[in-house]
Structure formats: C-alpha cells, structure tokens
C-alpha cells in the first residue's frame, strides 16, 4: 500500500518527482509528464506553467508554443533506423527554440514511413529555418522528401487555463494557484474539485461535464458533441464556486 502524507508527497514515489501534490517549484524536479498514481485511483501529471493559475481549474498546453500542424515537404530524407529527422520550414519552426518540443510526439501523416508516432526527446533551436529532431524509438519506415508531419507538443509543458474554441485538449485540472515559469502538478483522473460554470444550465449530480464555453478553466453541463468530456459531475454545486467532478476524460 502506498502511504501518503500531509504535504501531498508519497513515500517513495515510483514518477521519480520529489515534489509535493500541493507544492509548487521554480525548479524542476521531475520529468515533465511523470505519472503519479495514488490507490484510490486519482492520477496526477507533472506540469510547467507558463502563465498564474488559479486552484481547480482545467488547464491546457499552449498550442501556439508546442504544436506543428502538419507541414507537407519539409522532412529532411532519413532512413531506417535513424534517431534524428530534420524539418525545414521558415513557419512555426523557424523560430524553435532548443528542446521547445521536448516530451511531444512526431506524427508521419502522409506519403513515405505514414501512420507512425515517434516520441521526442528533444530538438535543437532553428538555424536557418531546420530543426534537428531527437526520437526516442529509431524510424520503422524510412521518410523522405515528400514525406508529411506534424507535432503534438507536451500536453504538460507550457500549461495555462483552458479557454474553449482554442484549447480543447484539456490536459488537467489544477491542484492549487500555480505561479508562471513553475512547476506542479495537475490531476488527470478520479475525484476533484473544478471551477462551475452554471450560467447556461444548470449541473447536476451525474450530469456529463466538459469545458466552458463562457468561463475559462470552468466546467458545464454537456450541450454539444463537439465539446471535450471532463468527466462527471458528483453533485449540484452553487451559481458561483465549484463542483466535484469524477474525471475520466483526460487520460
């Protein structure tokens, strides 16, 4: 059984983060991403914040700072078995900065080695536009010139609320106010407490939540498919705080 403490902290922590559930740090102290699991089931991501948050708020990755959307004939030729690929393109990736897309993922979405997700472990800062990528797994497939790609960033590096229409992917929910350029950590299952939105209609016990359309970081009652599930609501909360809620739509 694993113990925990007052602070937050779990005796011997198999994420290898020396950091407290409740704590905050200017340093890192862990592996952005690392998996803490408790036995009753709740589940915590190590995270950076790029900007203050409030406690109980869902945050996501900075889309703009992590993500490539794909980019068609931009790949360097790399062959089976390499570790590195290099992307060329006076967009987004021209302005990369060293290890900026550290912990995402590489996407071949098209043409040569297509239908692959490579996990990065970092990438050097542009230099006439190219970008060296580190993987983690060598290429399966060889790509080449023609080859198409994209970039997942981190979902827990560069986090800050969550405001619908531009940050759908939803990556947890804060533990206590964060402060920018720190590092925490967010809680991706189980129970938890998250800001309500009750403005449109009203939340109730068992109701499905997903992200507000009208309160950054909040939740709300489910009115559209297109929304992203957080999770389920565990009871009816008041027209100005927060609300319970069992996620189960973020990991």
């Known amino acids: 059984m694993v113990d925990i403490v007052g602070s937050g902290h779990i005796q011997g922590p198999s994420d290898g983060v020396g950091q407290g559930l409740y704590e905050e740090s200017s340093v890192q102290l862990g592996r952005v991403g690392a998996l803490r699991e408790l036995n009753d089931g709740r ?3 190590y995270a950076y914040f790029a900007s203050a948050t409030n ?13 490539v959307i794909e980019v068609d004939d931009k790949a360097t030729a790399a062959a089976i ?14 302005s990369a900065t060293a290890d900026q897309y550290a912990g995402g993922y590489l996407h071949t979405t098209d043409d040569a080695g297509e239908g692959y997700t490579y996990r990065i472990m970092g990438n050097t800062a542009a230099s006439s536009n190219a970008v060296t990528f580190s993987l983690y797994d060598s290429l399966v497939i060889a790509l080449t010139t023609a080859s198409d790609v994209a970039i997942t960033g981190s979902l827990w590096y560069n986090v800050h609320g969550a405001t619908a229409g531009t940050d759908y992917l939803a990556s947890g929910v804060t ?6 350029n720190y590092y925490g950590w967010v ?7 998250v800001l309500a939105d009750n403005a449109d209609s009203t939340i109730l016990a068992a109701c499905d939540v997903t992200l507000s359309d009208g309160v950054a ?6 009115d559209a498919q297109t929304e992203p599930l957080i999770g389920q609501a565990l009871f009816a ?6 609300v319970g809620v069992r996620l189960y739509g973020l990991e």
């Open 81 to 94: 078995g390499a570790t590195q690929v290099i992307l060329t393109d006076a967009g987004t990736l021209g």
């Open 55 to 67: 406690a109980g708020l869902l945050v996501s990755q900075d889309v703009s700072a992590t993500a």
């Open 237 to 242: 909360p008041d027209n100005t705080g927060h």
């Open 175 to 180: 533990n206590r106010v964060m402060q920018a």
């Open 187 to 193: 809680q991706t299952t189980g129970v938890c407490t």
């Open 217 to 222: 970081g909040a939740v709300q009652i489910k």
């Open 43 to 45: 589940r915590f991501r």
